[in-house]
């Protein structure tokens, strides 16, 4: 993989759960990185289940937000499933105001996000 | 309390259309804004905003040429930031941008981040051209 980990990645019971490491999804590099990284989740390992864990992030922008919509995309188009967890009132807010909650699967916790994968 | 003991500081800066130029103004903002007691709500609000039209400006209105500037003029009072960027692009027509919370939008990439910037901010307003943003955030009182 391409350049500093931006996400941690283990496997859960079949479930691919990625931790992002930083706490301000901002800056466009970081950005670009992130998503080839997430992206390569699904490109490369063709992974279905997938959880993404936001409990580090404290800030994102609107190009993350972008990033996001895509992996969902990616992760539609070969049949899976993604989930986001543990996410700050904050960014929760984003979320909101954006509609994006409607459009991504979004629960309070990991042990949450895993049931009934 | 008049205006004038209220100001904390004002600057004005031209930086080139370069994406760690911008976080260093929006450091120096926040920076500014720390001695405000705004609430952690506004603050995220604020860098969130200062982030999104920076980077509109840098990348949208200037197209990264690094012969072209932003300008960015901010005033932090202990009651409020006015933040003002003017990039040298064309500039846009804010009606024209698409509603990207509308269905057909939804998974779109666009739109958003003036979208974030109004959510968070007292007050956003364009100059005629678009080319100019002006950013205001009032603190919020608890009562």
Known sequence: MAGPRRIDVEEVNG?????FTDKKILDETNIQLIGNQLFSLV?????????LDFSNVEYLSSAALGKLITLDKKVKAIGGKLRFCTIRADILEVFKITRLDKLFTIKETQEKALEGF | MSAVNDLVDEFE?????????????????????ESVPFDDRDV??????????????????????????????????????????????????VEEVPDPTAD????????????LMR?????????????????????TRDS
């Not at chain 2, 968070?120 to 009032?138: D, H, P, W």
Request: hydrophobic share 40%; glycine share 8%.
């Open chain 1, 15 to 19: 479930v691919t759960i990625a931790k």
């Open chain 1, 43 to 51: 490109d490369e390992d063709r992974r279905q289940k997938i959880v």
């Open chain 2, 13 to 33: 800066v031209s930086i080139p259309s370069d994406a760690a130029a911008g976080h260093a103004v929006q450091e120096r903002i926040l920076g500014l804004i």
């Open chain 2, 44 to 93: 995220f609000g604020i860098r969130l905003a200062l982030e999104e039209a920076i980077v509109n400006a840098i990348k949208h209105g200037n197209g990264m040429d690094p012969d072209k500037a932003v300008r960015i003029w901010c005033r932090v009072t202990q009651e409020s930031v006015r933040v003002e960027i003017e990039d040298e692009g064309e500039g846009f027509t």
């Open chain 2, 104 to 115: 057909e939008n939804l998974e779109r990439p666009c739109g958003r981040g003036i979208m």
């Open chain 2, 119 to 139: 959510a968070f901010m007292t007050e956003i307003s364009f100059n005629s051209r678009g080319n100019r943003v002006t950013l205001v955030k009032n603190r």
